[in-house]
Nanobody
Framework: VQLVESGGGLVQAGGSLRLSCAAS????????IGWFRQAPGKEREGVAC????DGSTFNAVRFTIDSDNAKDTVYLQINNLEFEDTAVYYC?????????????????WGQGTQVTVSS
């Protein structure tokens, strides 16, 4: 199983960013994919999750997840970036319902991509 995030970087506050997560090694169409972030000294939190099985979605404000099943890739659109969005962003795969997009419900994780927002 591999999950490879890309698209992070340095961006000014107020800008937008689109992260990608390329998945391989498992049945993507049957999975639930989530985007999570972890800032220094803080717990990992879910910002967007999507079920490829039933299409259910969880999106935090300013975050939008979408999935391209033809490419086994999931995207995270972040709009109106704020300094507090600075964190390492991870994608993860699981097989449960989207629910509250909690990290404990996901099995496989990518290595993460750094997003830094300058004020």
């Amino acid at each position: 199983v591999q999950l490879v995030e890309s698209g992070g970087g340095l961006v000014q506050a107020g800008g937008s960013l689109r992260l990608s997560c390329a998945a391989s090694g498992f049945n993507f169409d049957d999975s639930t994919i989530g985007w999570f972030r972890q800032a220094p000294g803080k717990e990992r939190e879910g910002v967007a999750c999507f079920s490829n099985r039933d299409g259910s979605t969880f999106n935090a404000v300013r975050f939008t997840i979408d999935s391209d099943n033809a490419k086994d890739t999931v995207y995270l659109q972040i709009n109106n970036l704020e300094f507090e969005d600075t964190a390492v962003y991870y994608c993860a795969a699981g097989w449960g319902p989207v629910g509250g997009c909690f990290p404990d419900e996901y099995t496989y994780w990518g290595q993460g991509t750094q997003v830094t927002v300058s004020s």
